[in-house]
Nanobody, 121 residues
Framework: QVQLVESGGGLVQAGGSLRLSCAAS????????AGWYRQAPGKQRTLVAT???????SYADSVDGRFTISRDNAKNTVYLEMNSLKPEDTAVYYC???????????????WGQGTQVTVSS
């Protein structure tokens, strides 16, 4: 069974930094496109950043210039480096990825369990 396991969330003061990780575990061949989303209390889940298999990235306007999405294909892991954090960045952050299974090459659209990021003012 393939899972996306997130880590790296926590409590940080405004202006600080955090690095989130999303690791695919199980019988996986590779991660294709991936993205990070976030959901603040009482709000809808929104897209933060995406990265293609070839490494092309895109960002929401609210995080552009402060956040960086990257990937390590050898480790089947996607990262989100968050700098200059603001209280409005507080949310549960979710990883989403299309994974390709080893052997069958079946593609799955998967979500991680979420990791809490809290930015204090």
């Amino acid at each position: 069974q393939v899972q996306l396991v997130e880590s790296g969330g926590g409590l940080v003061q405004a202006g600080g930094s955090l690095r989130l990780s999303c690791a695919a575990s199980g019988n996986i061949f590779r991660i294709n496109a991936a993205g990070w989303y976030r959901q603040a209390p009482g709000k809808q889940r929104t897209l933060v950043a995406t990265i293609t298999l070839m490494g092309t990235t895109s960002y929401a306007d609210s995080v552009d210039g402060r956040f960086t999405i990257s990937r390590d294909n050898a480790k089947n892991t996607v990262y989100l480096e968050m700098n200059s954090l603001k209280p409005e960045d507080t949310a549960v952050y979710y990883c989403n990825a299309e994974t390709v299974l080893l052997g069958t090459f079946r593609r799955l659209d998967q979500w991680g369990q979420g990791t809490q990021v809290t930015v204090s003012s």
